[in-house]
């Protein structure tokens, strides 16, 4: 597996996505496999992203929807991307939530990107991400404590409430590890779980 490039890449608000991001880095560097992590924001312009053998790509959903530069280089390497090993990581509040409703609302946020970008990731977990309430402005602060109201989160806005369950996604990456081919594999067949 020593053989394998892999590629984090990340799109972040707050800050949440990028620390799951820097997660996925660390765990895979344990195992021995090398991943190089860039925001979606500060690509290096001599990057080329289609030379690496694995990726995983970690998006936030804000008003249902994942952020456009991410939608972007998804759909300019979608023919790449599904040809190799790929974790797509859909990171929402919503996905704290396991009742039915919020999780339908979660898998179509993830099924419009996949429509939209042409990627059909290997691998796909909705991750819980976290209410930031101290790095919120006035307004959205509003906002976000309405919405955390509605669905069951808290509504404390005097701090921070990561609601990110790093044990079920260490799950997920463990299985993504073993999805990584030998030499002579092939792409495995798409999983999708639910972190």
């Known amino acids: 597996m020593e053989d394998h490039r892999i ?26 496999l ?6 979606t924001n500060e690509l290096p312009p001599a990057l080329d992203v289609d030379t690496y053998q694995a990726y995983v790509l970690a998006d936030p959903v804000y ?4 952020q456009k ?9 979608a023919s ?30 993830i099924d419009e990107f996949v429509e939209e970008t042409g990627w059909k990731p290997t691998m796909v977990a909705p991750v819980a991400g976290a209410l930031s309430y101290t790095k919120y402005g006035f307004f959205m602060r509003m906002i976000m404590k309405r919405i955390a109201a509605k669905e069951g989160n808290s509504t404390d806005t005097s701090r921070d409430h990561e609601l990110t369950d790093w044990q079920a996604l260490d799950r997920f990456l463990a299985d993504f590890v073993q999805q990584l081919p030998t030499p002579k594999q092939g792409k495995p067949e798409l999983s999708v779980g639910q972190v």
């Not at 939608?71 to 390497?77: L, M, N, P």
């Not at 599904?82 to 009742?99: G, I, R, W």
């Open 69 to 77: 530069e991410l939608v972007a280089i998804a759909k300019q390497h």
């Open 80 to 109: 790449h991307l599904n040809t190799v090993p790929t974790a797509f990581l859909s990171v929402s509040l919503t996905a704290a939530h396991s009742d039915p409703t919020s999780r339908a609302t979660v898998q179509k946020c």
């Open 63 to 66: 008003m249902h929807k994942h």
């Open 7 to 32: 590629l984090v890449l990340y799109g972040t608000s707050q800050g949440q996505t990028r620390k799951i991001a820097q997660h996925v880095k660390a765990y895979l560097a344990e195992r021995g």
């Open 34 to 39: 090398a991943a190089d992590i860039y925001s």
